[in-house]
C-alpha cells in the first residue's frame, strides 16, 4: 500500500511540474510586454509578428498541433527533404542499432579478456586511455573520407562511441567477481571458457549492462549530431533541415520526440537489467 500511495503522490507531482512548465511556456510566448523589432519578412517566416509584440517562439498550443499533425501521418515521404517522422526516427534507431551491436560484439569480449587477464589489461590500458576521450565526432571526417559512405560513417561513429563504456564496464565487472566463486570453479576442474560462461557472466551481468545502458543513451545522443552533420536523413537533419527553412515548431516537436524515444531506448535496458536481477 505504501508503494502504491508513494507512486500516486510521483505521479501527482510530476502533472503538477509539467503544468507548471507548460503554464510558464505559455505565457512568456503569449505576447505580452513591448512590441519585438522585426524585419517584417523575417517575422513572417518565424510566425510572429513586428507590430503587436507576439513571441516569435511557439507556444505550447501550436507545439501541440504540431505534434499531432505527425503522428496523424508519420510515414509520409513527399521526395528527399519531406518525409514524416516516422521514416527519419527510423532511420536514426536503424543506425545506432547497427552500430551499438557492433560494439556489444567488440566491447564485451574484449572486456571479458582484459578482466580476466591482469596483463592484456595492462598492455591495453595505454590505448583504451588514449582513445576514449576523443569525441565521437572527431572520426567523422576520418570515417567519410575513407568509407565514402554518409550513412556508414554515422553507424561506425555510434560504434565508437558505445565502445568504450561497455567495454570498461564488461572489464570491471569480470575482474571483480568474487575469488572463492573462481576458486570453486577450479576445484570442479572447469575450463576457461565454462567457468565464462557459467560462472564470470552471470556474475558480472548486472555491471555488463549497467555499460550497455550507458551506452545505449550516449548512441541516441550521438546520432543526432552525426546526422546533422552528413544530412541525407534521420531526425538530427530533420532538426537541421527545419532550423534551415526557420520552422521552429518543428524542430521543437523533434526534440519532443528524441526525447520519448531516448526514454523508450533507457527504460528497454532498465528492463532487461531487472530482468537479469530477477534471474540471479
Not at 591482469?118 to 591495453?124: E, F, M, S
Not at 564488461?170 to 565454462?194: H, I, Q, S
Amino acid at each position: 500500500m505504501t508503494q502504491k500511495w508513494l507512486g500516486l503522490r510521483a505521479a501527482l507531482l510530476s502533472l503538477a511540474l509539467c503544468g507548471l512548465v507548460l503554464g510558464t511556456w505559455s505565457l512568456a510566448t503569449s505576447g505580452s510586454g513591448a512590441p519585438v523589432k522585426m524585419d517584417p519578412e523575417y517575422a513572417k517566416l518565424m510566425g510572429a509578428t513586428a507590430t503587436h509584440g507576439k513571441s516569435a517562439m511557439p507556444g505550447p498550443a501550436e507545439v501541440g498541433a504540431k505534434l499531432w499533425q505527425h503522428v496523424k501521418d508519420p510515414f509520409y515521404d513527399k521526395g528527399t527533404n519531406d518525409k514524416g517522422i516516422g521514416i527519419q526516427l527510423a532511420y536514426s534507431i536503424a543506425r545506432v542499432g547497427l552500430g551499438y551491436l557492433l560494439a556489444v560484439a567488440v566491447a564485451i569480449p574484449i572486456g571479458f579478456l582484459i578482466g580476466m587477464s591482469p596483463l592484456i589489461g595492462r598492455a591495453l590500458d595505454p590505448f583504451i586511455q588514449v582513445m576514449k576521450p576523443i569525441s565521437p565526432l572527431a572520426w567523422m571526417p576520418l570515417a567519410l573520407y575513407t568509407i565514402k559512405d554518409s550513412s556508414i560513417s554515422a553507424i561506425f561513429v555510434i560504434f565508437i562511441c558505445s565502445l568504450w563504456p561497455m567495454l570498461i564496464n564488461t572489464a570491471f565487472g569480470v575482474a571483480n567477481v568474487r575469488r572463492d566463486w573462481l576458486n570453486v570453479a577450479k576445484t570442479l576442474e572447469m575450463g576457461p571458457g565454462r567457468t565464462a560462461w557459467r560462472v564470470i557472466l552471470p556474475a558480472a551481468a548486472p555491471t555488463i549492462l549497467t555499460g550497455m545502458r550507458i551506452s545505449i543513451g550516449i548512441a541516441w545522443l550521438v546520432i543526432v549530431a552525426a546526422e546533422m552533420l552528413v544530412g541525407g536523413t534521420g531526425i538530427g537533419y530533420f532538426v537541421w533541415n527545419e532550423w534551415n527553412n526557420l520552422s521552429i515548431t518543428n524542430v521543437i516537436a523533434a526534440i519532443l520526440f528524441i526525447g520519448v524515444v531516448g526514454m523508450a531506448l533507457d527504460q528497454l535496458m532498465a528492463w532487461l537489467q531487472r530482468l537479469v536481477a530477477y534471474a540471479d
